[in-house]
């Protein structure tokens, strides 16, 4: 895996704030007049993306990003190609992205309408929504057996919204009890305070895999509110979100798409070799064969 100039990072994120808010050039056009390509990379967001070291990350979402990259040089006839990345948060990777600080972003991003208004996205490579994390002894598995019964969320969390909403809905008064964070909530659910964690399969699917006894959890229940991920590019943008998309497409069509989602969702990650243990959903699956790039369901 290319990491060149990882350690740069900090001072391309500064120079944002300088450069126009509108990149003239189209992405492959920009790419090869600068002979490089700058792409985005999270720092913790495990297993998609997050960095070793100052100068390596890795991850499911590194790993779709360099082969999209191989594509790039390949369609541009640049093999030495030179590949800059660059950190972003999720308060800044639409605004970096859409001002030409980078180039690609293939993270843990939602594909949403309201983001549609400001960039373009691939097709959808992960679909993520609240579950359950619960003891294997307390009996529940499903939402039902949550009635009138403490469940810990994050505060301010999209689950917390969704598992009030669901509750007011199926009349189950359940009694949410907010976390600070997620090692918080997950302490609750440890010490017996609440019956059940509510988040994102894949922080649950983490979370186990980290806690004390991984043995004695269990991810539960339906998947509520599905969100897609998809890798970000400008918008307006026809020939690049071809080639990203033909990609993305290549890899399932191949298999190669399965194969590295078992590395990182099913096998052991570093830097510690923990495994998460997370089997693909039902939507990506079906994804594998629709290839949609439509925003959230």
């Given at each position: 895996?290319?990491?060149?100039?990882?350690?740069?990072?900090?001072?391309?994120?500064?120079?944002?704030?300088a450069m126009p808010l509108v990149c003239e050039a189209q992405t492959l056009e920009k790419i090869a007049a600068s002979d490089k390509i700058t792409v985005s990379y999270r720092d913790a967001a495990v297993p998609f993306s997050y960095a070793l070291s100052p100068t390596r990350a890795v991850?499911?979402?590194?790993?779709?990003?360099?082969?999209?990259?191989?594509?790039?040089?390949?369609?541009?006839?640049?093999?030495?190609?030179?590949?800059?990345?660059?950190?972003?948060?999720?308060?800044?990777?639409?605004?970096?992205?859409?001002?030409?600080?980078?180039?690609?972003?293939?993270?843990?991003?939602?594909?949403?309408?309201?983001?549609?208004?400001?960039?373009?996205?691939?097709?959808?490579?992960?679909?993520?929504?609240?579950?359950?994390?619960?003891?294997?002894?307390?009996?529940?598995?499903?939402?039902?057996?949550?009635?009138?019964?403490?469940?810990?969320?994050?505060?301010?969390?999209?689950?917390?919204?969704?598992?009030?909403?669901?509750?007011?809905?199926?009349?189950?008064?359940?009694?949410?009890?907010?976390?600070?964070?997620?090692?918080?909530?997950?302490?609750?659910?440890?010490?017996?305070?609440?019956?059940?964690?509510?988040?994102?399969?894949?922080?649950?699917?983490?979370?186990?895999?980290?806690?004390?006894?991984?043995?004695?959890?269990?991810?539960?229940?339906?998947?509520?509110?599905?969100?897609?991920?998809?890798?970000?590019?400008?918008?307006?943008?026809?020939?690049?979100?071809?080639?990203?998309?033909?990609?993305?497409?290549?890899?399932?069509?191949?298999?190669?798409?399965?194969?590295?989602?078992?590395?990182?969702?099913?096998?052991?990650?570093?830097?510690?070799g923990v495994v998460l243990g997370m089997p693909m959903s039902k939507q990506l699956k079906a994804n594998l064969k629709a290839m949609s790039d439509k925003?959230?369901?």
């Amino acid at each position: 895996m290319n990491n060149n100039n990882l350690s740069t990072a900090a001072l391309m994120v500064a120079a944002a704030t300088a450069m126009p808010l509108v990149c003239e050039a189209q992405t492959l056009e920009k790419i090869a007049a600068s002979d490089k390509i700058t792409v985005s990379y999270r720092d913790a967001a495990v297993p998609f993306s997050y960095a070793l070291s100052p100068t390596r990350a890795v991850g499911f979402s590194v790993d779709l990003t360099d082969a999209i990259v191989d594509d790039v040089r390949v369609k541009l006839k640049k093999p030495n190609l030179e590949v800059v990345r660059i950190p972003v948060t999720g308060q800044n990777r639409i605004t970096l992205l859409a001002n030409g600080t980078y180039d690609l972003e293939c993270g843990s991003t939602t594909n949403t309408a309201a983001r549609g208004k400001e960039v373009t996205f691939s097709i959808s490579h992960f679909y993520t929504g609240t579950r359950l994390l619960a003891k294997t002894t307390s009996n529940v598995k499903s939402y039902a057996d949550l009635a009138k019964k403490p469940v810990a969320t994050a505060a301010g969390s999209t689950n917390e919204k969704v598992l009030r909403k669901y509750s007011t809905d199926n009349n189950l008064d359940i009694q949410v009890v907010l976390g600070k964070d997620y090692g918080d909530s997950l302490q609750m659910l440890e010490e017996d305070r609440v019956v059940a964690l509510a988040l994102d399969d894949v922080l649950l699917f983490g979370l186990r895999a980290n806690s004390k006894n991984p043995a004695s959890l269990e991810v539960v229940g339906e998947t509520l509110q599905v969100e897609p991920y998809g890798c970000m590019l400008r918008k307006d943008d026809p020939e690049f979100k071809k080639l990203v998309d033909g990609s993305i497409a290549r890899l399932m069509k191949s298999g190669e798409f399965t194969r590295l989602y078992a590395k990182w969702f099913e096998s052991p990650i570093p830097p510690k070799g923990v495994v998460l243990g997370m089997p693909m959903s039902k939507q990506l699956k079906a994804n594998l064969k629709a290839m949609s790039d439509k925003p959230e369901f």
